[in-house]
Nanobody, 124 residues
């Protein structure tokens, strides 16, 4: 049984930083990618960042490029999202997702497994 468990979300002031973690268990595929998505109240699910299993290639949404960094632990079972220079518009529920062949990396429907999310609130 696959489980993705996110942690690290909290209330932070604008300009601050947070590091989100996603601990994965039960994953059996060696290709594909793990990603972070977010959903703000009243808005659609939004791709944030992805990292591929094979070569740790990374992809970012334009809105977070230069501020957020996705990485993974050597054991490949934990993915992180380092978020710097946070803005109030980054406030959202952040989800971790894993997929065998998401193409493009931001295609939410291509992801097979999702976590429950961790809440990030950025105050002005």
């Amino acid at each position: 049984q696959v489980q993705l468990v996110e942690s690290g979300g909290e209330l932070v002031e604008a300009g601050g930083s947070l590091r989100l973690s996603c601990a994965a268990s039960g994953l059996t595929f060696s290709s594909g990618a793990m990603s972070w998505f977010r959903q703000a109240p009243g808005k659609d699910n939004e791709f944030v960042a992805a990292i591929t299993w094979a070569n740790s290639r990374t992809y970012y949404a334009e809105s977070v490029l230069g501020r957020f960094t996705i990485s993974r632990a050597n054991a490949k079972n934990t993915v992180f999202l380092q978020m710097n220079s946070l803005k109030p518009e980054d406030t959202a529920l952040y989800y971790c997702a894993a997929g065998r062949n998401p193409h493009p990396p931001g295609a939410a429907l291509d992801y097979d497994y999702w976590g429950q999310g961790t809440q990030v609130v950025v105050s002005p």
